[in-house]
């Protein structure tokens, strides 16, 4: 049976795999594992409830607290918020731990639950194997006074603005800002938040109705944020996601900028002010290679992790680091927070703006960014990437030929027989040729036999 918790909780089509009926018992399982485990005998665990706005997540969200409460919780109900700050809150409320449904970038009819432990951090792997095994298990079920209770977190969002306010280094004052709010759970708080920052703020994305979300908007779809910035003569615009743990940017200019070169300007300025713990910033390896170029000359060391930003989080805590993130924009502050946060991200890039007085494509100019191409190679032996001596020689003497101002990267699919294959090189025709030549010998020496090819894919 396969594993229920992909990469970032639990996730899939609402009313398909993510029912009424599964939210309540993974609820209920949680109860145990984060709740009556954690506490003292004799102390009702407390729970933070948040959501996106998707139409699903208002009876999915009713679910995991009649869940949650029927196995003896209290629950705060925060409402729509994004996932940071429901991390956020747990924290705060000194909650014993959390709950975000919401599906992040996925199309609205998607929608998904993600657990915070004790400080609003995310689970570790084996958590969510004990709480799986749990959902099997025979549960007492409390009565009378035992029961949890539901309650309205009410000043939920004014919290987390607060907190947001007394992160930033600089006002915003003078900023022209572009907001775009994936028609997510942002679309309430973010405007709010730069604009009490200071900066005078047009906001698109924000009118969410349950169904539009990331439709055609946000981090995944940058055209009208591009549009808006160029046509309200902006400063910068700042894209979110659904559940608004990432950001993506555009400069004055209308061009985009990723998070590779957010996490760029924010590593330099941290190291400027003495705050970039060890002057390391950890990335996953997807991480553009002009990033890597660009730091090392300014003396900051990349700590290069697995792709998912659970893992860019596993070695910030375990090294104390100060900054981490991706490229997609999962962008990471340990000293303010537990998890990406991409409003958080977006006043911290204008706060840079503010201080420094230069625009945002002269701070992107930090970094080159090298020509990357990604290759998907389709029906192959992806567990043979690693071990095929032909396909590694091949490798070899690619990077060979690329030397220090290229990367070759070959990446199995975690679900599907797929291997990815990645090249950054000094410009495009190089990195295209490479990732072509390097496609052509997965596919030889990789292909699937008849009887491997006869298998279902991993779901």
Same mark, same amino acid.
């Given at each position: 049976?396969? %594993?229920?918790?992909?990469?970032?909780?639990?996730?899939?089509?609402?009313?398909?795999? @993510?029912?009424?009926?599964?939210?309540? *018992?993974?609820?209920?399982?949680?109860?145990?594992?984060?709740?009556?485990?954690?506490?003292?005998?004799?102390? /009702?665990?407390?729970?933070?409830?948040?959501?996106?706005?998707?139409?699903?997540?208002?009876?999915?969200?009713?679910?995991?607290?009649?869940?949650?409460?029927?196995?003896?919780?209290?629950?705060?109900?925060?409402?729509?918020?994004?996932?940071?700050?429901?991390?956020?809150?747990?924290?705060?409320?000194?909650?014993?731990?959390?709950?975000?449904?919401?599906?992040?970038?996925?199309?609205?009819?998607?929608?998904?639950?993600?657990?915070?432990?004790?400080?609003?951090?995310?689970?570790?792997? =084996?958590?969510?194997?004990?709480?799986?095994?749990?959902?099997?298990? =025979? %549960?007492?079920?409390? $009565?009378?006074?035992?029961?949890? %209770?539901?309650?309205?977190?009410?000043?939920?969002?004014?919290?987390?603005?607060?907190?947001?306010?007394?992160?930033?280094?600089?006002?915003?004052?003078?900023?022209?800002?572009?907001?775009?709010?994936?028609?997510?759970?942002?679309?309430?708080?973010?405007?709010?938040?730069?604009?009490?920052?200071?900066?005078?703020?047009?906001?698109?994305?924000?009118?969410?109705?349950?169904?539009?979300?990331?439709?055609?908007?946000?981090? $995944?779809?940058?055209?009208?944020?591009?549009?808006?910035?160029?046509?309200?003569?902006?400063?910068?615009? @700042?894209?979110?996601? #659904?559940?608004?743990?990432?950001?993506?940017?555009?400069?004055?200019?209308?061009?985009?900028?990723?998070?590779?070169?957010?996490?760029?300007?924010?590593?330099?300025?941290?190291?400027?002010?003495?705050?970039?713990?060890?002057?390391?910033?950890?990335? $996953?390896?997807?991480?553009?290679?002009?990033?890597?170029?660009?730091?090392?000359?300014? #003396?900051?060391?990349?700590?290069?992790?697995?792709?998912?930003?659970?893992?860019?989080?596993?070695?910030?805590?375990?090294?104390?680091?100060?900054?981490?993130?991706?490229?997609?924009?999962?962008? @990471?502050?340990?000293?303010?927070? $537990?998890?990406?946060? &991409?409003?958080?991200? #977006?006043?911290?890039?204008?706060?840079?703006?503010?201080?420094?007085?230069?625009?945002?494509?002269?701070?992107?100019?930090?970094?080159?960014?090298?020509?990357?191409?990604?290759?998907?190679?389709?029906?192959?032996?992806?567990?043979?990437?690693?071990?095929?001596?032909?396909?590694?020689?091949?490798?070899?003497?690619?990077? %060979?030929?690329? &030397? *220090?101002?290229?990367?070759?990267?070959?990446?199995?699919?975690?679900?599907?027989?797929?291997? /990815?294959?990645?090249? *950054?090189?000094?410009?495009?025709?190089?990195?295209?040729?490479?990732?072509?030549?390097?496609?052509?010998?997965?596919?030889?020496?990789?292909?699937?036999?008849?009887?491997?090819?006869? =298998?279902?894919?991993?779901?």
């Amino acid at each position: 049976m396969s %594993r229920l918790f992909g990469t970032d909780g639990v996730r899939g089509l609402a009313n398909g795999l @993510i029912t009424a009926e599964l939210s309540m *018992e993974v609820s209920q399982a949680a109860a145990v594992v984060l709740g009556h485990e954690q506490v003292p005998e004799g102390k /009702r665990p407390v729970a933070v409830v948040a959501r996106d706005p998707r139409a699903s997540g208002e009876f999915i969200s009713a679910a995991v607290s009649a869940g949650l409460a029927s196995a003896g919780v209290d629950v705060f109900d925060a409402g729509v918020l994004p996932t940071p700050a429901a991390a956020y809150l747990v924290a705060d409320l000194g909650a014993d731990f959390g709950v975000m449904i919401s599906a992040s970038h996925n199309a609205a009819p998607d929608n998904g639950i993600k657990f915070f432990a004790r400080g609003g951090h995310k689970l570790p792997d =084996e958590v969510e194997d004990a709480i799986e095994a749990e959902m099997k298990a =025979e %549960r007492r079920r409390p $009565t009378g006074a035992e029961v949890g %209770r539901i309650q309205r977190f009410s000043d939920a969002e004014d919290r987390y603005i607060v907190h947001l306010l007394q992160t930033l280094p600089a006002r915003l004052d003078g900023l022209k800002i572009v907001l775009d709010c994936a028609h997510g759970a942002a679309s309430g708080c973010s405007p709010q938040v730069f604009a009490d920052a200071g900066a005078q703020v047009i906001v698109i994305g924000a009118e969410p109705d349950g169904l539009n979300i990331n439709d055609g908007v946000g981090s $995944t779809h940058l055209e009208k944020l591009q549009e808006a910035v160029v046509k309200h003569g902006a400063n910068l615009g @700042i894209a979110h996601d #659904g559940d608004a743990d990432r950001c993506l940017a555009v400069d004055e200019q209308g061009t985009v900028v990723d998070g590779d070169q957010i996490m760029t300007i924010l590593a330099l300025a941290l190291k400027d002010a003495g705050k970039l713990k060890d002057n390391v910033l950890v990335a $996953t390896v997807m991480s553009n290679l002009g990033m890597k170029l660009a730091l090392r000359e300014a #003396g900051i060391r990349i700590e290069e992790t697995a792709v998912g930003d659970r893992y860019v989080l596993e070695s910030m805590r375990a090294h104390g680091y100060s900054l981490g993130g991706e490229q997609s924009g999962h962008v @990471i502050f340990s000293d303010h927070a $537990t998890t990406g946060d &991409g409003v958080l991200t #977006g006043l911290q890039l204008a706060a840079q703006i503010a201080k420094t007085g230069r625009p945002l494509s002269a701070l992107a100019q930090a970094m080159t960014r090298l020509p990357q191409v990604l290759i998907n190679v389709k029906g192959v032996d992806k567990a043979a990437v690693k071990t095929n001596v032909d396909l590694q020689l091949a490798v070899e003497e690619a990077s %060979r030929e690329l &030397g *220090e101002t290229g990367r070759v990267l070959l990446r199995p699919s975690g679900t599907e027989p797929v291997v /990815r294959v990645m090249v *950054e090189a000094a410009d495009m025709d190089t990195a295209k040729a490479t990732a072509e030549r390097l496609a052509d010998a997965v596919k030889q020496h990789l292909a699937l036999k008849p009887a491997q090819a006869a =298998e279902p894919a991993a779901s």
